[in-house]
């Protein structure tokens, strides 16, 4: 969607998935469910404008069994090269949860990409049912 002179973008999984320990997932388009990609450059998500990432929102959420505290990192990952971390904290242990970055300052170009990079923990208890869906916005 368009907003005046910016651009918000969306970002997602379509459907659940159980994230294993010390794995690495990239989230982009709503193709997949969060284990569905270990590879970077796959579920990628072209940027139409040239401009600033300026803020983050990731939406977690758990369907299944909560996990421990263990912290995962979530990063913005543009053309399959740089990554900027969201979080250092992100948790899995709550049904429901959002972490912001909002004080960003990503320049973008139009025809880049970029997806959400997830570094999962080792959890004393793996939560299952995990969806991760959230939006980016360009200025």
């Known amino acids: 969607t368009t907003l005046g ?13 159980n994230p294993a320990d010390a794995a690495t997932y990239f989230v982009g388009a709503f193709s997949s469910s969060l284990v569905g990609f270990t590879v970077s450059g796959i579920p990628r998500i072209p940027i139409p404008k040239t401009g600033t990432v300026v803020r983050i929102d990731l939406h977690v959420g758990v369907g299944g069994i909560l996990g421990t505290t263990e912290q995962a990192t979530a990063s913005f990952r543009l053309n399959n090269t740089t990554d900027t971390t969201i979080s250092a904290a992100v948790q899995f242990n709550a049904a429901s949860q959002l972490f912001t970055s909002g004080v960003l300052s990503i320049a973008v170009v139009a025809g880049d990409y970029f997806e959400i990079k997830l570094v999962m923990p080792t959890w004393v208890t793996n939560p299952t049912s995990v969806v991760v869906n959230g939006a980016v916005y360009i200025e």
């Open 5 to 17: 002179a910016g651009c918000v973008m969306q970002f997602g999984t379509a459907s659940p998935g």
